[in-house]
T-cell receptor, first 113, second 115 residues
Framework: SQQGEEDPQALSIQEGENATMNCSYK?????LQWYRQNSGRGLVHLIL?????REKHSGRLRVTLDTSKKSSSLLITASRAADTASYFC?????????????FGKGTKLTVNP | KAGVTQTPRYLIKTRGQQVTLSCSPI?????VSWYQQTPGQGLQFLFE???????NKGNFPGRFSGRQFSNSRSEMNVSTLELGDSALYLC??????????????FGPGTRLTVL
């Protein structure tokens, strides 16, 4: 079963605007990761934030993590048409010794030129 | 370094048949995980192998199995295929220890269609 839930399920914006996606999860985690998937292809790792971190930046990406609310957000600034993809959050549960990730159902982002 | 490769990329089978999918991880990555992606259930963890041992298993029936070889390459097998097994099967490799900060590296997937 899915642990994470992304919100919104779909998002359509214009080029240059910012896109914000949210993720909620249910259990304790070691870290939370965001991935991008272009239509029907493999996932690309975007950013990882550890449970003891609150905010992380990578280029045009900004991720926040609130472990008390069990939620995270991904902000893509100054979006481009090439950002059109599905975005998934994935959590790494605290029970150790495994690389298992639990994925949410994703947010489908469309950036219109 | 070459990325994660999966073969074949596309596969069409009929109900009752069995199928074997292959995954070659990034050189030096000893952990290989498999995921099933369907429109209804999303991305679901199948199993993970590390040093030829299954380290974790998802909630899938025994028809789904896998193995890892000494060179870290991995295969997964699905026996007695059902229509519901139609999915994109993704393989991911990583350096064990999620504190590495690099996440997992995914292959392009194998699209399995069961008729």
């Amino acid at each position: 079963s899915q642990q994470g839930e992304e919100d919104p399920q779909a998002l359509s914006i214009q080029e240059g605007e910012n896109a914000t996606m949210n993720c909620s999860y249910k259990t304790s985690i070691n870290n939370l990761q965001w991935y991008r998937q272009n239509s029907g292809r493999g996932l690309v790792h975007l950013i990882l934030i550890r449970s003891n971190e609150r905010e992380k930046h990578s280029g045009r990406l900004r991720v926040t993590l609130d472990t008390s609310k069990k939620s995270s957000s991904l902000l893509i600034t100054a979006s481009r048409a090439a950002d059109t993809a599905s975005y998934f959050c994935a959590t790494a549960p605290t029970q150790g010794g495994s690389e298992k990730l639990v994925f949410g159902k994703g947010t489908k982002l469309t950036v219109n030129p | 370094k070459a990325g994660v490769t999966q073969t074949p990329r596309y596969l069409i089978k009929t109900r009752g048949q069995q199928v074997t999918l292959s995954c070659s991880p990034i050189s030096g990555h000893r952990s290989v995980s498999w995921y099933q992606q369907t429109p209804g259930q999303g991305l679901q963890f199948l199993f993970e192998y590390f040093s030829e041992t299954q380290r974790n298993k998802g909630n899938f029936p025994g028809r789904f199995s896998g193995r890892q070889f000494s060179n870290s390459r991995s295969e997964m097998n699905v026996s007695t295929l059902e229509l519901g097994d139609s999915a994109l099967y993704l393989c991911a490799s990583s350096v064990p220890g999620q504190g590495s900060g690099t996440g997992q590296f995914f292959g392009p997937g194998t699209r399995l269609t069961v008729l």
